[in-house]
């Protein structure tokens, strides 16, 4: 079974500094997907970076960047230069490329940043 | 700008009505899913499907029903709402890369 674990239930920031969310998960695969997701209040979810498995260089995405440490299992997301615009719930998800690949979602962080 | 779409945006419906969540995409995409968000936000897995004619239930038990007649087409059914079907509902569907998710359902049983 897949998990995924986001240990910080909410998180606030000052606008334009560098924050830094958490995620570990556990797989028996060696070949999949994470991803972070932003989802704003009352809107849809909205994909900000992903990062696949066999690479080893950490994907970026403008002011997103992510920390994948592959043999400890974790996947941060680092977000610089905080903007208001960021403020939304971030969910860390797995995806397997076996089976029915569904995602499996962490409890998620709620990010607020404050004017 | 979403290539899969959701109807309603909200709905507040009386106990015992059936009640048909729609789900479509242009994508052509084969997998599509149906996901339950919880109060807390939590995301569960209840229903996806590989194409057409194919559907299975996910991992969260629900009391819904989907059908896959057409690749873009994806709805989800009640019989018969309840109070705890009160929640948030997403659908998306997904390339071998990752998803795409719909604006989703916000219903209501009172």
């Known amino acids: 079974a897949q998990t995924v674990t986001q240990s910080q239930p909410e998180m606030s920031v000052q606008e334009a500094e560098t924050v830094t969310l958490s995620c570990t998960y556990d797989t028996s695969e060696n070949n999949y997907y994470l991803f972070w997701y932003k989802q704003p209040p009352s809107r849809q979810m909205i994909l900000v970076i992903r990062q696949e498995a066999y690479k080893q260089q950490n994907a970026t995405e403008n002011r997103f960047s992510v920390n994948f440490q592959k043999a400890a299992k974790s996947f941060s997301l680092k977000i610089s230069d905080s903007q208001l615009g960021d403020t939304a719930m971030y969910f860390c998800?797995?995806?397997?490329?076996?089976?029915?690949?569904?995602?499996?979602f962490g409890t998620g962080t709620r990010l607020t940043i404050i004017p | 700008e979403a290539d899969i779409y959701q109807t309603p945006r909200y709905l507040v419906i009386g106990t015992g009505k059936k009640i048909t969540l729609e789900c479509s995409q242009t994508?052509?995409?084969?997998?599509m899913y149906w996901y339950q968000q919880d109060p807390g936000m939590e995301l569960h897995l209840i229903h996806y499907?590989?194409?057409?004619?194919?559907?299975e239930k996910g991992d969260l038990s629900s009391e819904s029903t989907v059908s896959r007649i057409r690749t873009e087409h994806f709805p989800l059914t009640l019989e018969s709402a309840r109070p705890s079907h009160t929640s948030q509902y997403l659908c998306?569907?997904?390339?071998?890369?990752?998803?795409?998710f719909g604006s989703g359902t916000r219903l209501t049983v009172v």
């Open positions: 994508m052509g995409h084969d997998k």
């Open positions: 998800a797995l995806k397997s490329n076996f089976g029915n690949e569904k995602l499996t």
């Open positions: 998306a569907s997904s390339e071998f890369y990752g998803y795409t």
């Open positions: 499907s590989y194409g057409v004619n194919s559907t």
